[in-house]
């Protein structure tokens, strides 16, 4: 499914670090935050210990609390919709556009704002650019806050902006297999300093310093002046975070070579819907998905299971946050959600991949589909 974008000049970015003797948040996160905001575009980011955390910080900066509601969608991973939930307000799941469009649909977003919604939660799926001028214009009719889910799309863009940078807040993360990674961690970004400001207490237990800053003699002391939390990210993974981000061009620009070569070879294939086929612009191709026509879960899961049989791994994204367990009490309608939950094949997708990789992957679902 996904290979690491790690060579030798990740390690040596650690072992620098470490031979620092200081590991916790520094001069590392520092520069991390700051190489991130020159490439985003944003007037300021905060590194965090995941973006599940981001996305939290996020509700408590816009000040969701204890019975507001905030619309979602559902197709999307489960953090998305859980930090919601952290301050006790209600999530309310809106469908996807289309079959074609795996967004989150405007149209629908209007259907349900109610005198309890707060704000939006986009998710711009696979890096693909969320229909941001309609729910900008939403979001100033009612006015409602925006954050931005930009799990997967670091450097995609939209109308000439960066993901991240067209709401309130936006918010990236570092796990494993994304695009950028550093085992664990992730970023928020803003254009606000009131909330950047308040985002650097809330980060670090509510203190006006941090061990880095007094260490330096810029402070002897602190205070805490309001209930934070620890979501602080460690120098070790900034400093592979740096190295990450200068590697992320080069590795955006195979994703798409890659994502063409697929189009090319699956296209034809009149079983298969390829969502966002017709997009152009900047992206960054963080997976691969497919829908399969006319079919159902058991026939999806099959298919998934003759191609592990080839040796390809394959993966779903995602299972419908309201239909496991703890979401279920809630009323939903969305119909084309639960289509592409139980239809969806996101297959192989990282830089590395090379075209007998890529033609092997396709004729094999191709074969497995006849």
């Known amino acids: 499914m996904f290979e690491l974008n790690f060579d030798r000049k990740e390690e040596d970015a650690v072992i620098k670090t470490l031979r620092s003797k200081w590991i916790s948040t520094g001069p590392m996160t520092i520069e991390f935050e700051k190489k991130f905001s020159e490439m985003s575009g944003a007037g300021y980011s905060i590194a965090l210990a995941n973006c599940t955390v981001a996305l939290h910080l996020a509700m408590e900066l816009l000040e969701i609390k204890k019975g507001d509601e905030v619309i979602v969608p559902s197709l999307t991973f489960a953090a998305t919709v859980n930090c919601i939930r952290y301050t006790g307000a209600v999530p309310v799941f809106c469908d996807i556009k289309s079959y074609e469009d795996l967004t989150i649909d405007p149209e629908k977003i209007k259907s349900l704002i109610t005198k309890k919604t707060k704000a939006i939660i986009v998710m711009h799926y696979a890096g693909f650019a969320c229909d941001m001028k309609n729910i900008l214009n939403i979001a100033k009719k009612y006015k409602l806050k925006i954050v931005e889910d930009a799990c997967h799309g670091p450097l995609s863009e939209y109308d000439g902006k960066k993901l991240g940078t067209i709401g309130d807040i936006g918010c990236f993360s570092f796990f494993s ?18 909330l950047f400001d308040r985002a650097k207490l809330l980060r670090s237990h509510g203190m006006t310093s941090l061990s880095y800053e007094r260490s330096k003699g810029h402070s002897t002391d602190y205070d805490i002046v309001e209930l934070g939390y620890n979501y602080r990210m ?28 697929y189009i090319k070879k699956l296209s034809a294939v009149e079983d298969l819907i390829i969502p966002f086929k017709e997009n152009s612009g900047i992206v960054s191709n963080y997976i691969f998905p497919v829908i399969l026509k006319n079919s159902n879960f058991k026939r999806r899961n099959n298919i998934r299971e003759a191609l592990k049989n080839k040796g390809i791994q394959t993966s779903v994204h995602y299972p419908a946050v309201h239909n496991f367990s703890f979401y279920k009490k809630s009323k939903n309608n969305l119909p084309l959600t639960e289509y592409v939950t139980d239809n969806e094949i996101t297959l192989p997708m990282y830089g590395s991949l090379n075209k007998n990789q890529i033609e092997y992957i396709s004729n094999s679902l191709i074969e497995v589909l006849k």
């Open 234 to 261: 460690d120098d070790i993974r900034a400093s592979i975070g740096i190295v990450q981000l200068a590697k992320l061009k080069k590795d955006l620009d195979k994703r798409s070579k890659i994502r063409k070569q």
């Open 177 to 194: 297999n994304k695009n950028i990674s550093t085992g664990e961690g992730g970023m928020l970004i803003t254009n606000d300093k009131k």
